[in-house]
């Protein structure tokens, strides 16, 4: 995820293995992620990035989204 306000901010990420699912679990990313956070009174744009690997690593597919925080 990138503050594309303040994109030299690092909120962290990670992997999560695949289960099925068609979204990210709440909580996949307990430790070393900030969740959205601009200061009080300001709306930021995010952009959040996904990319789908392949046992060996390859990349199988990309996407990516953006969204303001608070809406």
């Known amino acids: 995820m990138t503050d594309l306000n303040v994109p030299s901010f690092h ?5 999560v293995a695949y289960s099925g699912h068609t979204a990210v679990p709440c909580g996949a990313f307990s430790s070393g992620f ?3 956070s ?6 930021h744009t995010y ?9 060996n690593g390859a990349v199988l597919a990309m ?9």
């Open 11 to 15: 909120h962290g990420g990670g992997t």
């Open 47 to 55: 952009q959040f990035s996904i990319k789908a690997l392949g046992p």
């Open 34 to 36: 900030t969740a959205p």
């Open 63 to 71: 996407t990516t989204t953006r969204r303001k925080f608070p809406e």
């Open 38 to 43: 601009p200061p009080p009174g300001q709306v």
